[in-house]
């Protein structure tokens, strides 16, 4: 053999030193070519990590980058919160024809006069003029003290003049006041209220205003003293009208 070539063999360290152990214990080591190219294979080697290592470096610059695309752009309607607070208007109609606190409110400050135009053309008309009354004290909220203000505003303006007018009309209007408190039945057959808290603490104010006869306020009384199931279920607001009615 007269050359023993190992150039462009990646032997690596190790590796050339067990070749040329092995071929200097045959006393052959002359015939051991260059190993120039496995020396620089650490060289390469090094060339190479720097290589990936430049790559990394390179998919590192690139996370994070943003793309300003149209086509990927996310599009849509921001979403507002309501204001739990917003008022909203309402007419005495619309009152009228489902009562609610917040819809009596929606009325506006002017509502008294409002109710008061809604009665004009009515006031020798008990049925109607009694039958608002009783929408507006069923919504009475105790624990709103714009709501109860509301509500007294609303009763003056519709019962104060009404019940000056009607003074001769006593026993009707308090018969229609029974009827629609179910207290008494009714020929008409007319549904009565289911729950009569907001009328009697309503009855509680309007027996001490001085448009509230005296004759009235002493029949109430025997009627709203009686024990019935209606009222037993609201003893409270029993108690408060019996006791402005004893005033």
């Given at each position: 053999?007269?050359k023993?070539?190992f150039?462009?063999?990646?032997?690596?360290?190790?590796?050339?030193?067990?070749?040329?152990?092995t071929?200097?214990a045959?006393?052959q080591?002359?015939?051991?070519?260059?190993?120039?190219?496995?020396?620089?294979?650490?060289?390469?080697?090094?060339?190479?990590?720097?290589e990936?290592?430049?790559?990394?470096?390179?998919?590192?610059?690139?996370?994070?980058?943003?793309?300003?695309?149209?086509?990927?752009?996310?599009?849509?309607?921001?979403?507002?919160?309501?204001?739990?607070?917003?008022?909203?208007s309402?007419?005495?109609?619309?009152?009228?024809?489902?009562?609610?606190?917040?819809?009596l409110?929606?009325?506006?400050?002017?509502?008294?006069?409002?109710?008061?135009?809604?009665?004009?053309?009515?006031?020798?008309?008990?049925?109607?003029?009694?039958?608002?009354f009783m929408?507006?004290a069923?919504?009475?909220?105790?624990k709103?003290?714009k709501?109860?203000?509301?509500?007294?505003?609303?009763?003056?303006a519709?019962?104060?003049?009404?019940?000056?007018?009607?003074?001769?009309?006593?026993?009707?209007?308090?018969?229609?006041?029974l009827?629609?408190?179910?207290?008494?039945?009714?020929?008409?057959?007319?549904?009565?209220?289911?729950?009569?808290?907001?009328?009697?603490?309503?009855l509680?104010?309007?027996?001490?205003?001085?448009?509230?006869?005296?004759?009235?306020?002493?029949?109430l009384?025997?009627?709203?003293?009686k024990?019935?199931?209606?009222?037993?279920?609201?003893v409270?607001?029993?108690?408060q009208?019996l006791?402005?009615l004893?005033?």
């Open positions: 053999m007269e023993l070539d150039n462009g063999n990646c032997l690596g360290e190790d590796g050339i030193e067990e070749v040329k152990g071929l200097e045959a006393d080591l002359d015939i051991l070519g260059s190993l120039s190219d496995d020396e620089g294979d650490d060289e390469e080697d090094d060339d190479d990590d720097d990936y290592e430049d790559v990394d470096e390179d998919e590192e610059d690139e996370e994070g980058t943003t793309i300003k695309d149209p086509a990927l752009e996310v599009k849509g309607t921001a979403i507002i919160p309501k204001k739990e607070n917003t008022q909203v309402y007419t005495v109609e619309e009152f009228l024809t489902f009562p609610t606190a917040d819809k409110l929606g009325i506006g400050n002017d509502r008294a006069d409002k109710f008061s135009n809604h009665l004009k053309d009515k006031q020798s008309d008990v049925e109607s003029v009694i039958k608002v929408n507006v069923i919504v009475m909220d105790s709103r003290p709501v109860i203000e509301a509500i007294h505003e609303c009763t003056d519709i019962l104060g003049q009404f019940l000056k007018d009607n003074d001769t009309k006593m026993d009707v209007v308090l018969n229609t006041i009827v629609h408190m179910g207290l008494i039945k009714s020929e008409d057959k007319i549904k009565p209220i289911a729950d009569l808290s907001g009328i009697l603490v309503t509680a104010y309007v027996c001490k205003q001085e448009y509230f006869p005296v004759k009235l306020k002493n029949i009384t025997v009627f709203i003293a024990p019935h199931p209606a009222l037993n279920r609201c409270e607001a029993r108690d009208l006791s402005a004893y005033t």
